[in-house]
């Protein structure tokens, strides 16, 4: 009968887990995201292919985008087209060449740290035009 019970809390606890779980925001609830759209150009040519990163300074995921042929891209945190976390962000762009390893774009941009392109997301800014020369 003892063996019963036990078993019986630990399916609940079990089933409580997945419930409290984790957060990478350390303080429970996650912080709203923003949608972002936007066009990336290179010469004033739309990039046609790759990947566009946005890596928030403070708290939050990263948040990413393929880069269409006509240069556009949609961001996405944990669902297609969610979004990123509002604030400053470090942005990157990399997989533009016909082959990896071979980029169509400047090397120093596919990298947050050496891009130099910083942008802020909030409310009123939430569409960029990303010119890369």
Same mark, same amino acid.
């Given at each position: 009968?003892?063996?019963?019970?036990?078993?019986?809390?630990?399916?609940?606890?079990?089933?409580?887990?997945?419930?409290?779980?984790?957060?990478?925001?350390?303080?429970?609830?996650?912080?709203?995201?923003?949608?972002?759209?936007? !066009?990336?150009?290179?010469? +004033?040519?739309? #990039?046609?292919? &790759?990947?566009? $990163?946005?890596?928030?300074? *403070?708290? @939050?995921?990263?948040?990413?985008?393929?880069?269409?042929?006509?240069?556009?891209?949609?961001? !996405?945190?944990?669902?297609? +087209?969610?979004? #990123?976390?509002? &604030?400053?962000? $470090?942005?990157?762009?990399? *997989?533009? @060449?016909?082959?990896?390893?071979?980029?169509?774009?400047?090397?120093?941009?596919?990298?947050?740290?050496?891009?130099?392109?910083?942008?802020? #997301?909030?409310?009123?800014?939430?569409?960029?035009?990303?010119?890369?020369?």
């Amino acid at each position: 009968m003892r063996s019963v019970r036990i078993i019986r809390r630990l399916l609940v606890l079990s089933c409580c887990a997945p419930i409290c779980g984790c957060s990478s925001s350390g303080g429970g609830r996650m912080p709203d995201l923003i949608p972002v759209k936007g !066009t990336i150009t290179f010469k +004033g040519k739309p #990039v046609s292919k &790759g990947v566009v $990163r946005f890596e928030p300074e *403070g708290v @939050g995921r990263e948040a990413s985008g393929t880069i269409q042929p006509d240069g556009t891209f949609v961001l !996405t945190t944990n669902k297609e +087209g969610d979004g #990123v976390v509002a &604030g400053h962000h $470090r942005v990157s762009i990399v *997989g533009t @060449g016909p082959t990896p390893g071979r980029e169509l774009i400047p090397k120093h941009y596919a990298q947050a740290s050496t891009s130099k392109l910083d942008l802020e #997301v909030d409310a009123e800014h939430t569409a960029f035009r990303i010119e890369l020369r």
